[in-house]
């Protein structure tokens, strides 16, 4: 057990629909990261947050947007949802960027089916 | 720009025999640090080594053994005697220290079925 939690761990929507995922970090973890697992593009970064503010972005769509919020959970929100879209969305945290080594703790995924 | 290559898409070989994962991977930071990653049927992404570019030696743990040559830009992973519950998916990963920015980059996977 990873120590990171997310929900839900499946999710089946219709094209054109909005859905949210989840993610509690870590106890103590500051830095949440969102990645992206499809049989084409392998497992791809989608965008890191530290401690509430954006640090970094991957390959992430315009449709798609994150937040953590005070309480460090983390939200990922994906809209306009594609067939494409259809992927194991992973949640991953680690301490904090300057004593950040890369280590990621992941959780299980939240697998997304697109209809 | 940071890449990882794993060339070997899907490996398949009989139980107890021995295997290597083959892990190449590009960098222009002289400070970076390398993972292994196994992700088994059930879908989680599990933890197995990290080691930075400043140690060369190689190490084992178990029937796991990883072998990190700068000069060739590899990280190559092998399992001694293989058993069927090491059949999964395996990523090599890079993460340049740049205070984390970025994440982990992975390479494609290697699907490695151990065969009873």
């Known amino acids: 057990d990873s120590g990171v939690t997310q929900t839900p761990k499946h999710l089946i929507t219709a094209t054109g629909q909005r859905v949210t995922l989840r993610c509690s970090p870590r106890s103590g973890d500051l830095s949440v990261y969102w990645y992206q697992q499809s049989l084409d593009q392998g497992l791809q970064f989608l965008i890191q947050?530290?401690?509430?503010?954006?640090?970094a972005k991957g390959n992430i769509l315009e449709r798609f947007s994150a937040q953590q919020f005070p309480d460090l959970h983390s939200e990922l929100n994906l809209s306009s949802l594609e067939l494409g879209d259809s992927a194991l969305y992973f949640c991953?945290?680690?301490?904090?960027?300057?004593?950040?080594?890369?280590?990621?703790?992941f959780g299980e995924g939240s697998r997304l089916t697109v209809l | 720009a940071q890449k990882v290559t794993q060339a070997q898409t899907e490996i398949s070989v009989v139980e107890k025999e021995d295997v290597t994962l083959d892990c190449v991977y590009e960098t222009r930071d002289t400070t970076y640090y390398l993972f292994w990653y196994k992700q088994p049927p059930s879908g989680e992404l599990v933890f197995l080594i990290r080691?930075?570019?400043?140690?060369?030696q190689n190490e084992i743990s178990g029937r796991y053994s990883w072998n990190f040559q700068k000069s060739t830009s590899s990280f190559n992973f092998t399992i001694t005697a293989s058993q069927v519950v090491d059949s999964a998916v395996y990523f090599c990963?890079?993460?340049?220290?740049?205070?984390?920015?970025?994440?982990?980059?992975f390479g494609k996977g290697t699907h490695l079925i151990i065969q009873p």
């Open positions: 990963a890079l993460s340049e220290a740049r205070g984390g920015a970025d994440g982990l980059t």
């Open positions: 947050y530290y401690n509430g503010e954006e640090r």
């Open positions: 991953a945290s680690s301490g904090g960027p300057e004593a950040n080594t890369g280590e990621l703790f």
């Open positions: 080691r930075n570019s400043f140690d060369e």
